[in-house]
């Protein structure tokens, strides 16, 4: 009896091992990561051109959104001064630029559907944005959201180091402050050089990331980490987008944000465009 209960668990053990193995054997092979081409310069220029074509095709949508994230920023920076932290406006302001990437998710499938030829309509550009929720892209934003939050407490940071803990009565008296005195030069300095660095990380994560999970369903690691070969294969075509895109923001941000209005819709368009040069096309299976 023992024997024939042994044989019969042996039996049954080779069956599951073999039922095992036969789905082994079938199951789909892993999905390949994406391709990433090297880009040059001219690259860049002739995607910004895209994306200026794509502007002035699609103007109506641009200038919305443009809009809408300029009206955000100005939101953000009264909000400060109703709290009398004025002083912190100017880190807050550039703070902000640094969620472009995600405010542009709009731009990008304008961009997609005009290269596509497809019809474009508010309630096909909003659905889109608001199917991302459920998508991976919707971690991108926690991405963005800790960044944010390094910046601003690298601000509050240097701020306690260099100026102590005082409050300032105006971001005059605050940029007085930082141009006049040395400790100020210097809390002006290394600021910028940390904001730089925080900058270039979150560049290098999204600049091909967000329109790459608007397009394909990825994963949002596989996502960063393409975004960051696309930068490390062409650094010099890539950190030049980067500079270009952080001198347009900077002029933009100067009059009370209204130049984000222009620049956001194009710099959206062309990251678009250049995403498309740097990722080779999934091609389904």
């Known amino acids: 009896m023992m024997v024939r209960s042994f044989r019969e668990r042996r039996g049954r053990k080779m069956m599951t091992d073999s039922t095992d193995k036969t789905d082994t054997d079938t199951a789909s092979p892993l999905r390949k990561a994406p391709v990433v081409r090297q880009i040059s310069i001219s690259d860049v220029i002739d995607a910004l051109g895209d994306g200026m074509r794509d502007f002035h095709r699609a103007p109506i949508y641009g200038l919305a959104f ?31 630029a640094l969620i472009g990437p995600f405010a542009a998710v709009g731009l990008y499938e304008v961009s997609r ?33 800790f ?37 100020g030069l210097m809390f002006l300095a290394i600021g910028h050089v940390v904001g730089a660095i925080l900058s270039l990380i979150l560049f290098s994560l999204t600049v091909v990331s967000f329109p790459l999970l608007m397009e394909e369903d990825r994963d949002f690691i596989t996502a960063m980490i ?40 194009i710099l959206g368009h062309t990251t678009w465009h250049l995403y498309k040069k740097c990722v080779e096309p999934e091609v389904p299976s």
Not at 74 to 82: C, F, Y
Not at 88 to 96: I, Q, V
């Open 147 to 183: 960044v944010q939050i390094m910046w601003m407490y690298q601000v509050r940071l240097l701020l306690a180091l260099f100026l102590g803990f005082r409050s300032f009565a105006s971001f005059g008296e605050f940029l007085s402050e930082i141009v006049n005195t040395p400790e």
């Open 66 to 96: 443009g809009a809408f994230f300029t009206i955000g920023g100005l939101l953000i920076v009264l909000t400060a001064a109703a709290f009398d932290m004025s002083y912190l406006s100017y880190p807050l302001a550039a703070g902000f």
């Open 226 to 265: 393409t975004s960051v070969k696309a930068v490390a294969m062409s650094p010099v075509p890539m950190i030049g987008w980067a500079i270009v895109v952080t001198i347009s923001l900077i002029v933009s941000i100067a009059p009370a944000f209204a130049g984000l209005v222009i620049t956001l819709p």
């Open 113 to 145: 559907r005009l290269s596509r030829n497809e019809p474009l309509s508010w309630s096909a550009i909003l659905g889109t944005m608001w199917a991302q929720k459920s998508r991976e892209l919707s971690w991108m934003a926690f991405v963005v959201l």
